[in-house]
């Protein structure tokens, strides 16, 4: 195997346990007792508490507290909900896919959009349509997009009553609802990762079309729209592929917003109503996932990377 | 030998200024800034002042861009607002980058296995995505705009260490850097007045886009009721309320939005205008 | 052949009218735990008229009619005889008689953390007298006892389920209403399916219930409009002209038997010593500056109606010569000043994330700024308000009551010493001794006069500001039929029935 990539794969160990580190301190970090919260009722007597808390490890030195935490992760558990007394991996298992739904969508639309504007705007460099793609790709990344949500809510769901303003209905239940509920979120979620591999499109495209190879495709006789498609577009896709993985974080962090504008009952808006809840274990739940998440996909998007590139491949 | 370093800065100058958009983004940031330095003057109205018979009143003489469901004038709640957003920029850039630029300075100069344990943090830092990592620390801290910039500025700090570290590996390898190595100077010495300089440029770029970054940061923080709370006025709470009366008061959600997308494309702009200007290469 | 055809038709277009119907009901927000015991929350009681039946319930005119039971005598003034239903079972199968209520009561009573002590402590013992008959034996005659029947004190639980589920009960409840419990997604819906054996089937005319919480109004309107919900058990007054011009919606208002209060932490804990919680003087000077006329015009449209009592003016037990006051900053300068303390004084409320509350919050911060208050709201969810306010982890709390149709309901369980709901724990002889006649005396007259007594001491002591009144207004489908409008605003779902 690739040199660099076993690289990269033996330096997501060491980043994971300090991902592990970030949270176990965030987690003693958090205001509020635990013993005294999940005590409930019992909180005023004192053996219950002492005893809560040798179940939980507390009375233990912190270093063995950590060792305990890994393993119950390891095992799948992420502790107890402060709020509903669930345990927060049945939450997160019922949450995320509802974001993974949205996100998917959104990220096909990003790429629907965003890929074909790129290639517009590196074809016609200079010229308007290279101009107003820039222009249009900087106005997205420069939308709030809660602002964006809003705006498109009183657009066509309370003037125009085309859409459901809010609210989420699960494909299994009605696949046109479904549809819907969620069109509008994604595309609002989509927009900003548009923007983003729009302008990777194009400057991918920009310096492909400019490689040697492709002038001498061109030298050869090639036609432009061969040049385009045979060479640039696959050399620039490269990138464009992988960023999807990297983007995990925008998309995760603007389902948080878009989730509570369309009242979307997802991975975001779980750790929104945690905090509101005062509910500190799901906000450190979700803060694990998602850095755990996104750590896999990066070396994910590294390998695939490396696979579909021919010329990393031998190294 | 010393106007070496001189030059270069003139003639990116004389780039930035060629652009035209950019430019003019640089004029609106200065009016914001201006607006919120000068807001006591320029705002009509008290922002936080209540008036029970004008609620939620569309847009008139009176009050040009309409009031709230308390009473309160948009229009100086929107300059007042520019104060919550701008500081939050700036505080929280500022603390990123203080922490974030001495770190890339060290780990790119250091190297070894400095540069791995910081740049493991970094990475793990930044496995979290910005936004959750803002609210767990407001979670933590307690909800209030302080707050808030503290924890934008903990969630940007890794990305200034990147820039910071990687145009610090680029710079050292500068012939004079290191020639001043080879005389005989301590390290610090030319970490700080060899290379620091050179990764300026880079750092300012990273600066103004996260300028921009965290004025939507600080807006989605007060939008989620995280960041700073009522009667005092940002342009995100402000959305947050327009949301609850979209059907009664539509106008309540167009002024704060464009407020903050003005001022966050101006700095996105002047940001790429910087990157073209300083980066001859683009 | 043609007949056949038509027939045929006719029973198709029959059955696939009565394939599943599903209601769709929006709470203002989410419930805590589904419990009878241990709720305390106005839309836990909506999700339980669903799915638990009661000894007693409540008509329009708000009296007592049967439920679970089907008549009561009192044999003497401290025991009441109850008759109960035939042939009724719990979702369970277990059959309810005499034995369950003997064991529901004593749970309500004995449990830890039960919220009903408060409702039903004057209970001394029940005796079973035969299958179909109970005799609660009283310490002393407490008049409002039966009125305490009528809501969770007296709906009833199997005793073998229930035993084994303990404190987790919650997590999949057992009752005997018309509804069975199904499933519930915390902050997002609590689903419910049609229970075969319902006493009352007939009735019954829903396969399926959701009770989605949805705390913004806004939310909650669109979803209202665009047909996504068949009823919102509240609607806004800010958002009533909107409902009136749907022609696809309708609207019911009843008088409403609450108030929404400001609760202060007079004694729970170390957050009772807050300058504001350890001073009356600069509790009325708080009440001075607030004017509640106001604050009901810009937030509820003036639908709401002032009160500074906790039972609403609408009831005979309302003491009329006590009426809500004017603001007065004069006022409220002068006993700032009276008391010494420096301004301005940061006062801490908690203030649950609902539409109405958030924005009377921000309309009480200002009035109250003019005076030398800073009023610092502190944002958090509505149950968890109530676990906060449990442990006494709160300053001052903007917190309501759904009411009750007896003024105890409204009183007992705040005021007095000891209570479970008596967050403050605010303690007084004067209001405890007044509370207690007033239990056990029935003639309307004499009890407001002991409550207006009992008023005067609250008033001076204010560990709980009255500000109004709500209005009971209820949005729902045209399509819709059926629906009572009980002033307890509860939603009946007997009777109920959405046209195609």
């Given at each position: 195997m690739n040199a660099q990539l076993a690289g990269r794969i033996a330096q997501v160990v060491p980043t994971l346990l300090l991902v592990s580190l970030l949270v176990f301190c965030l987690q003693h970090l958090m205001p509020g007792d635990p013993a005294i919260v999940l005590a409930?009722?019992?909180?005023?007597d004192p053996v219950v508490l002492a005893q809560i808390r040798a179940e939980l490890w507390l009375d233990r030195p912190l270093p063995l507290q950590y060792w305990h935490w890994i393993g119950q992760i390891a095992h799948g558990d992420f502790g107890i909900s402060?709020?509903?007394?669930?345990?927060i991996a049945k939450l997160i298992a019922q949450k995320l896919p509802v974001t993974l739904q949205v996100g998917g969508m959104a990220f096909v639309i990003a790429v629907l959009i965003g890929v074909p504007a790129g290639i517009v705007a590196a074809v016609c460099r200079g010229k308007v349509w290279d101009y107003a793609a820039t222009a249009a790709a900087l106005a997205g990344l420069s939308t709030p997009n809660f602002w964006l949500g809003i705006m498109l809510i009183l657009l066509?769901?309370?003037?125009?009553?085309?859409?459901?303003?809010s609210g989420f209905v699960p494909p299994s239940e009605d696949w046109r609802q479904s549809l819907a509920t969620t069109i509008m979120p994604a595309f609002v979620l989509g927009n900003a990762i548009a923007a983003i591999l729009m302008r990777h499109t194009r400057s991918a495209m920009l310096t492909a079309m400019s490689q040697d190879f492709v002038r001498t495709a061109r030298a050869k006789g090639l036609s432009e729209m061969g040049v385009i498609v045979g060479h640039a577009l696959r050399n620039a896709l490269l990138p464009v592929v992988t960023l999807g993985a990297l983007e995990l974080g925008t998309l995760l962090s603007g389902a948080v917003l878009t989730e509570q504008v369309f009242s979307i009952p997802g991975f975001g808006k779980m750790i929104v109503d945690a905090v509101f809840n005062r509910d500190y274990p799901v906000v450190q739940g979700v803060v694990l996932v998602t850095a755990f998440l996104t750590v896999m996909l990066n070396l994910a998007a590294d390998i695939l990377y490396v696979v579909i590139n021919p010329r990393l491949r031998d190294g | 030998m010393a106007d070496r370093t001189i030059g270069p800065r003139y003639e990116a100058l004389a780039r930035f200024l060629e652009r035209r958009v950019a430019v003019a983004a640089l004029a609106v940031i200065v009016l914001f800034v201006l607006a919120a330095v000068f807001a006591p003057l320029l705002?009509?109205?008290?922002?936080?002042a209540t008036s029970w018979?004008?609620?939620?009143?569309?847009?008139?003489?009176?009050?040009w861009m309409g009031t709230d469901e308390n009473g309160r004038d948009v229009l100086s709640r929107v300059i007042f607002g520019a104060r919550a957003s701008l500081l939050a920029g700036a505080v929280a850039v500022a603390i990123a980058a203080g922490i974030g630029l001495p770190a890339g300075l060290l780990a790119g100069f250091a190297r070894g296995w400095i540069d791995a344990v910081l740049s493991r943090i970094v990475d793990a830092v930044l496995a979290c995505p910005f936004l959750i990592l803002a609210i767990a620390l407001a979670a933590i801290l307690g909800p209030n705009l302080t707050n808030a910039m503290i924890a934008i500025g903990i969630s940007s700090a890794p990305r200034f260490m990147r820039v910071a570290r990687a145009a610090t590996l680029e710079a050292a390898a500068l012939e004079y850097v290191e020639a001043a190595r080879a005389i005989g100077n301590p390290p610090w010495r030319v970490a700080v007045f060899h290379v620091l300089p050179n990764i300026v440029p880079p750092v300012l770029v990273q600066a103004t886009l996260a300028i921009a970054a965290a004025i939507i940061a600080e807006a989605s923080l007060s939008f989620l009721g995280l960041g700073q709370q009522p009667p005092d006025p940002s342009w995100g709470s402000m959305l947050n309320a327009a949301q609850r009366f979209l059907t009664q008061a539509p106008w309540l959600a167009v002024f704060p939005g464009l407020a903050i997308f003005l001022c966050v494309l101006s700095f996105n702009l002047v940001g790429d205008g910087l990157r073209d200007a300083l980066d001859p290469r683009a | 052949m043609r007949r056949l055809l038509l027939a045929a038709a006719c029973l198709m277009s029959l059955l696939t009218a009565a394939q599943a119907q599903t209601l769709r009901i929006a709470l203002r927000e989410d419930a805590d735990g589904l419990d009878p015991t241990l709720a305390r929350s106005y839309v836990g009681r909506i999700v339980f008229a669903g799915l638990c039946d009661k000894l007693f319930d409540l008509n329009e005119k708000l009296e007592i009619v049967p439920q679970l039971a089907t008549g009561y005598e009192w044999?003497?003034?401290v025991t009441l005889v109850l008759h109960l239903r035939q042939g009724v079972t719990f979702h369970n199968g277990e059959p309810f008689d005499a034995t369950a209520v003997k064991y529901t009561l004593e749970r309500h009573l004995?449990?830890?953390?039960?919220?009903?002590r408060g409702e039903?402590?004057?209970?001394?013992h029940v005796d079973i007298v035969d299958p179909a008959t109970v005799r609660i034996v009283l310490k002393t005659p407490t008049s409002p006892l039966l009125a305490q029947l009528t809501d969770r004190a007296g709906m009833m639980l199997p005793p073998k389920a229930t035993e084994a589920a303990g404190k987790d009960f919650a997590q999949h409840p057992i009752c005997s209403g018309p509804f069975m419990f199904n499933e519930r997604v915390a902050q997002d819906r609590i689903v419910l399916d049609r229970f075969?054996?319902?006493?009352?089937?007939?009735n019954v005319h829903f396969d399926k219930v959701v009770y989605r919480p949805m705390p913004d109004s806004a939310v909650l309107m669109a979803n209202l409009r665009a047909n996504?919900?068949?009823?919102?058990?509240r609607v806004l007054p800010t958002d009533v002209a909107a409902v009136k011009a749907d022609t696809k919606l309708r609207l019911t208002t009843s008088p409403g038997l609450g108030y929404e209060g400001i609760t202060f932490?007079?004694?729970?804990?170390?957050?009772?010593?807050?300058p504001i919680n350890q001073n009356a003087l600069l509790r009325q000077a708080f009440e001075a500056a607030i004017d509640r006329q106001a604050l009901v015009e810009v937030v509820y449209a003036g639908m709401y109606q002032p009160n500074a009592?906790?039972?609403?003016?609408?009831?005979?037990?309302?003491?009329?010569?006590?009426p809500p006051p004017p603001r007065d900053l004069a006022r409220a300068k002068a006993l700032i000043k009276q008391a010494g303390v420096p301004t301005p004084i940061v006062v801490n409320i908690n203030v649950p994330t609902t539409a109405g509350p958030t924005q009377e919050a921000e309309v009480i911060q200002a009035m109250v700024r003019e005076a030398g208050f800073d009023l610092k709201i502190n944002l958090i969810e509505f149950a968890s308000s109530l676990s906060a306010a449990a442990q006494g982890n709160f300053e001052s709390w903007l917190i309501g009551w759904s009411g009750r149709a007896d003024p105890d309901g409204n009183l007992y369980a705040f005021l007095?010493?000891?209570?479970?709901?008596?967050d403050a724990r605010y303690s007084n002889a004067t209001v405890d001794a007044m509370l207690d006649q007033a239990r056990s005396v029935s003639d309307v007259a004499a009890r407001r006069a002991l409550y207006a007594k009992m008023w005067q001491q609250e008033r001076a002591d204010l560990p709980l500001i009255y500000l109004f009144t709500p209005v009971n207004i209820v949005g729902m489908s045209a399509?819709?039929?059926g629906f009572k409008p009980v002033p307890d605003g509860m939603i009946r779902l007997q009777g109920m029935a959405l046209a195609k």
């Open positions: 409930g009722e019992e909180r005023g402060w709020h509903t007394r669930e345990p066509l769901s309370v003037h125009l009553g085309w859409l459901p303003p | 705002a009509p109205y008290d922002p936080t018979s004008a609620i939620r009143k569309a847009p008139s003489v009176a009050h | 044999a003497d003034p004995t449990m830890q953390g039960s919220f009903r039903i402590g004057t209970i001394d075969p054996g319902y006493w009352d089937a007939a996504a919900i068949d009823l919102a058990e932490n007079i004694d729970h804990g170390d957050r009772s010593k807050a009592q906790a039972i609403s003016p609408a009831s005979p037990f309302h003491v009329a010569e006590i007095h010493t000891g209570t479970q709901q008596n399509k819709l039929s």
